[in-house]
Nanobody, 115 residues
Framework: QVQLVESGGGLVQPGGSLRLSCAAS????????MGWYRQAPGKERELVAT???????NYGDSVKGRFTISRDSAKNTVYLQMNSLKPEDTAVYYC?????????WGQGTQVTVSS
C-alpha cells in the first residue's frame, strides 16, 4: 500500500518561492512515474509537472520555466521547487503517481500567493 504525504505549502508574496515535498511510503516508488497536481477554488484539478522513474521531467505550460520537479529515490520523496510565484498559482497542491490513481490522493498542501 502506498501513502503520499505532501508538505511545504504556505503563504508567499508574488515573486517568491516555495519548495513542496511529497514523501511516499511503500515499495513501488522507484518503479513509477510521479506527478504534481493542483486544484484552485472552483476549478478542476490540473497536472502541473511529471517526472519519470529515470528523472525526465515535463511541465504544464503555465509553470514552465518557473517550477522544477525532482525526485530522490533514496528518500522516496518528490519535490516541486516553485519560483516566481504568481497569484494564479494559488491552489491546493497534490502529488500522485502519473497517471494518477484515485486511491492515492492525499490531503494536499495549500499554497497561497498574495501580497
Amino acid at each position: 500500500q502506498v501513502q503520499l504525504v505532501e508538505s511545504g505549502g504556505g503563504l508567499v508574496q508574488p515573486g517568491g518561492s516555495l519548495r513542496l515535498s511529497c514523501a511516499a511510503s511503500g515499495s513501488i516508488f522507484s518503479f513509477v512515474n510521479m506527478g504534481w497536481y493542483r486544484q484552485a477554488p472552483g476549478k478542476e484539478r490540473e497536472l502541473v509537472a511529471t517526472i519519470t522513474r529515470d528523472g525526465s521531467a515535463n511541465y504544464g505550460d503555465s509553470v514552465k520555466g518557473r517550477f522544477t520537479i525532482s525526485r530522490d529515490s533514496a528518500k522516496n520523496t518528490v519535490y516541486l521547487q516553485m519560483n516566481s510565484l504568481k497569484p494564479e498559482d494559488t491552489a491546493v497542491y497534490y502529488c500522485n503517481i502519473y497517471p494518477p490513481w484515485q486511491k492515492y490522493w492525499g490531503q494536499g498542501t495549500q499554497v497561497t500567493v498574495s501580497s
